[in-house]
């Protein structure tokens, strides 16, 4: 039994948007995925940092949800800047179940428990995106902060999509509210080709960060603890 965690695999069996325009490091990206998946147990659980389809509705994406859940493993997923698929909690879990989806659920307002840690998550925010867009920042710190207080004290692994800080940049909202609570570990994709150059790891303010995009960890998800 081990927590893994991969983020932007960026799957698209339905929708033509392969990510092997994008170059070598993507070639045959989908049988890679489908290879380093194959060795993980119905007892692990894998969170998939989001971007996970590139499918524009729930009935485009849901290729790759059946996809990934031919995959034994507890699956949880946080929303990417991409997932144009996403809904509401009660519309995602009403569609899983509907087509027979049993291993995938959401991070979302909410937390997961792994033996003794929470896991927690949302997608974050890049304030550089859009520099009116100060309410969206707030609503995805609102989101964290509710995900984080929903771990009632436990020690927390936090995902997000968007990274908090890079090379020249700090999301000192995002990073505020990850100090002010028990997160050992804060993971994080988003940084793709020259961009995961600029990643930051290591620790920061008494948080341990990872970029865990998926053509950084050669589609490979990264072991996070038994």
Not at 5 to 17: N, Q, R, T
Not at 19 to 38: D, H, K, Q
Not at 123 to 149: H, I, M, P, T
Not at 187 to 214: D, K, M, N
């Amino acid at each position: 039994m081990a927590l893994y965690a991969i983020g932007d695999l960026h799957l698209s069996l339905a929708a033509d948007k392969s990510m092997e325009v994008f170059g070598p490091a993507w070639e045959n990206y989908t049988a890679r995925i489908e290879a380093s998946l194959g060795t993980l147990t119905a007892e692990d659980v894998l969170v998939l940092a989001g971007d996970t389809s590139w499918g524009m509705s729930l009935e485009e994406a849901e290729a790759d949800f059946r996809f990934l859940d031919r995959f034994p493993c507890k699956k949880y997923l946080v929303k990417g800047n991409h997932d144009y698929w996403w809904n509401t909690a009660a519309k995602l879990h009403r569609f899983f179940d509907e087509k027979g989806i049993h291993t995938l659920e959401i991070l979302h307002n909410n937390c997961a428990i792994y033996k003794d840690h929470a896991l927690c998550g949302t997608r974050g925010w890049f304030l550089e995106e859009d520099a009116q867009n100060q309410k969206v920042l707030n609503r995805e710190v609102g989101r964290l902060e509710a995900s984080l207080k929903a771990a009632e004290g436990r020690p927390v692994y936090c995902f997000l999509h968007y990274p908090p800080l890079y090379q020249g940049y700090q999301c000192a909202e995002i990073l505020d509210v990850l100090e002010k609570y028990p997160v050992s570990l804060c993971c994080y994709g988003h940084l793709h080709g020259h961009a995961i150059h600029r990643r930051l790891e290591g620790e920061w303010g008494g948080v341990e960060f990872a970029l865990i995009s998926a053509d950084h960890l050669g589609f490979v998800p990264k072991k996070i603890c038994e």
